[in-house]
């Protein structure tokens, strides 16, 4: 395969910003590049350097003044709920009845599947993301059009069929054996299949009785290469609810932590309402906290306190919550993280939100020396911003003087359209979705760009 040369403006993160001045944490390079080579990163640095030992028949893609970044990672949401977006007037737990649990029962449908598999995996390129942790639904054929879609794309993800066998319709009940049994073989499919990651995902211990959770901890044990994912105290009533049906357990996280599911590739999607004691509790166990604004504001849910788990040591991500979130885009999100934050006093620096959404939620997955990055032998996942996208922004970017403004303007005002080109292992994937961006320039060789 012949090489690939991107050139723009290349933003990327070896640390956490330690503030909105700590440019240790950062590589930026004005007039960069990325050398990719069969769909990873060979090297990274300013273009002048990166062209003059370049082969000569080395490919070369304009994308100045765009700025350049690892793919953007999306670590909680629900692809079955693509078309439940923007569902009226709920809070989680009637949410769930009222609009999800019907919408999941459409995915007994092979075509069904294959079809909200195939949007869901465009609408994550449309807006920057190549690398996604996502619940699919109780039904085998859900998780093989996930699969399938992520695979025909190439897209390193993150999946699994979610375990239910109570408090949920008929239609979307396992049982702890058969659970247990679909995971199994699943894994077997598609754990370490080209760029596939299984997730054991009981969905939370409301919809799992103690004998689904005893099989999960058995799935946990005897599949400790996969992730976990479930999801802890999102909503008050929801807490109750979970509490009363596990009476012997000091608080919510106790159940989890009882059946042996905490752990450092355990991702707790929401987890609002908890106790200095839990908080604790996932920090020994290096367990994640997922941050999912968007969908915490949407269902009225609560305010996720960053600040406490960053004191108490815990490790954290961030992540859209599709359908309870109302974007896929990353962007969006950490708009509102940053909103969700700042009423609660504690501010959020737009080198942090880039932080979170590349190198850190990498981490935050076990998957740093892969994604999240631009380094030599990392994925070539990588994301090409758009500060002008909008008529609105570009106006707001005349006024712009530094890179952290910019940023900031992106973040709150972009939106998938900031996203103009969109790399999976070195491959081009936003153009075949939408028409390549007017201002990026394409030439077949090295002396055409020279020349130009």
Request: net charge negative; hydrophobic share 40%; with cysteine.
């Given at each position: 395969?012949?090489?690939?040369?991107?050139r723009?403006?290349?933003l990327?993160?070896?640390d956490?910003?330690?503030?909105?001045?700590?440019?240790?944490?950062?590589?930026?390079?004005?007039?960069?590049a990325?050398?990719?080579?069969?769909?990873k990163?060979?090297?990274?640095g300013?273009?002048?350097?990166l062209?003059?030992?370049?082969?000569?028949?080395?490919?070369?893609?304009?994308?100045r003044?765009?700025?350049?970044?690892?793919?953007?990672?999306?670590?909680?949401?629900?692809?079955?709920?693509?078309?439940?977006?923007a569902?009226?007037?709920?809070?989680?737990?009637?949410?769930?009845?009222?609009?999800?649990?019907v919408e999941?029962?459409?995915?007994?449908?092979?075509?069904?599947a294959?079809?909200?598999?195939?949007?869901?995996?465009?609408?994550l390129?449309?807006n920057?993301?190549?690398?996604?942790?996502?619940?699919?639904?109780i039904?085998?054929?859900s998780?093989d059009?996930?699969?399938?879609?992520?695979?025909?794309?190439?897209?390193l993800?993150?999946?699994?069929?979610?375990?239910?066998?109570?408090?949920?319709p008929?239609?979307?009940?396992?049982?702890?054996q058969s659970?247990?049994d679909?995971?199994?073989?699943?894994?077997?499919?598609?754990?370490g299949?080209?760029?596939a990651?299984?997730?054991?995902?009981?969905?939370?211990?409301?919809t799992?009785?103690?004998?689904?959770m005893?099989?999960?901890?058995?799935?946990?044990?005897?599949?400790?290469?996969?992730?976990?994912?479930?999801?802890?105290?999102?909503?008050?009533?929801?807490?109750?609810f979970?509490?009363?049906?596990?009476p012997?357990?000091?608080?919510?996280?106790?159940?989890?932590?009882?059946?042996?599911?905490?752990?450092?590739?355990?991702?707790?999607?929401?987890?609002?309402?908890?106790?200095?004691?839990?908080?604790?509790a996932?920090?020994?166990?290096?367990s994640?906290?997922?941050?999912?604004?968007t969908?915490?504001l949407?269902?009225?849910?609560?305010?996720?306190?960053?600040?406490?788990?960053?004191?108490?040591?815990?490790?954290?991500?961030v992540?859209?919550?599709?359908?309870?979130g109302?974007?896929?885009?990353?962007?969006?999100?950490?708009?509102?993280?940053?909103?969700?934050?700042?009423v609660?006093?504690?501010?959020?620096?737009?080198?942090a939100?880039?932080y979170?959404m590349?190198?850190?939620?990498?981490?935050?997955?076990?998957?740093?020396?892969?994604?999240?990055?631009?380094?030599?032998?990392?994925?070539a996942?990588?994301?090409?911003?758009?500060?002008?996208?909008?008529?609105?922004?570009?106006?707001?970017?005349?006024?712009?003087?530094?890179?952290a403004?910019?940023?900031?303007?992106?973040?709150t005002?972009?939106?998938?359209?900031?996203?103009?080109?969109?790399?999976?292992?070195?491959?081009?994937?936003?153009?075949?979705?939408?028409?390549p961006?007017?201002?990026s320039?394409?030439?077949?060789?090295?002396?055409?760009l020279q020349?130009?």
């Amino acid at each position: 395969m012949s090489k690939l040369l991107l050139r723009g403006r290349v933003l990327t993160f070896v640390d956490e910003p330690k503030s909105i001045d700590d440019q240790s944490a950062y590589n930026y390079f004005e007039d960069g590049a990325v050398l990719v080579e069969n769909g990873k990163v060979v090297d990274v640095g300013e273009y002048a350097a990166l062209i003059s030992v370049a082969d000569p028949q080395t490919e070369v893609v304009d994308h100045r003044p765009h700025l350049i970044l690892p793919g953007l990672i999306d670590t909680h949401l629900h692809f079955p709920q693509t078309q439940a977006i923007a569902s009226y007037g709920a809070q989680l737990l009637e949410w769930l009845n009222t609009y999800i649990f019907v919408e999941e029962q459409k995915f007994s449908s092979t075509a069904h599947a294959d079809f909200i598999a195939e949007r869901f995996m465009d609408e994550l390129l449309r807006n920057g993301t190549t690398t996604a942790a996502a619940y699919c639904s109780i039904h085998l054929e859900s998780v093989d059009a996930y699969f399938t879609a992520a695979e025909k794309r190439n897209m390193l993800m993150i999946g699994g069929k979610v375990m239910m066998d109570r408090n949920a319709p008929d239609a979307l009940r396992d049982t702890p054996q058969s659970g247990y049994d679909d995971t199994k073989a699943l894994i077997a499919k598609w754990h370490g299949r080209g760029r596939a990651h299984y997730a054991i995902s009981p969905r939370f211990a409301i919809t799992s009785t103690p004998e689904q959770m005893d099989m999960s901890r058995a799935l946990v044990r005897e599949h400790p290469e996969c992730y976990v994912q479930t999801h802890l105290s999102e909503n008050k009533d929801e807490i109750a609810f979970a509490t009363s049906l596990y009476p012997s357990a000091k608080d919510y996280t106790d159940i989890y932590a009882s059946y042996g599911l905490l752990g450092s590739k355990t991702l707790l999607g929401h987890c609002i309402f908890l106790s200095d004691r839990e908080i604790s509790a996932l920090a020994e166990t290096k367990s994640v906290a997922v941050f999912c604004p968007t969908s915490n504001l949407f269902l009225g849910s609560g305010l996720f306190d960053h600040g406490r788990f960053r004191d108490l040591g815990a490790r954290t991500s961030v992540a859209t919550d599709v359908g309870g979130g109302t974007s896929f885009s990353m962007l969006e999100t950490m708009s509102e993280a940053y909103k969700v934050l700042h009423v609660q006093g504690q501010r959020l620096s737009p080198f942090a939100s880039y932080y979170m959404m590349t190198l850190g939620n990498a981490r935050a997955l076990g998957l740093e020396d892969r994604i999240g990055s631009l380094h030599a032998g990392a994925d070539a996942d990588i994301t090409v911003l758009d500060s002008r996208a909008k008529p609105a922004m570009e106006l707001r970017m005349r006024t712009a003087t530094t890179l952290a403004e910019e940023l900031f303007i992106l973040q709150t005002m972009g939106d998938d359209r900031s996203a103009a080109e969109v790399y999976v292992a070195g491959k081009p994937m936003k153009s075949g979705l939408d028409k390549p961006a007017a201002t990026s320039t394409r030439t077949r060789s090295m002396p055409e760009l020279q020349t130009a």
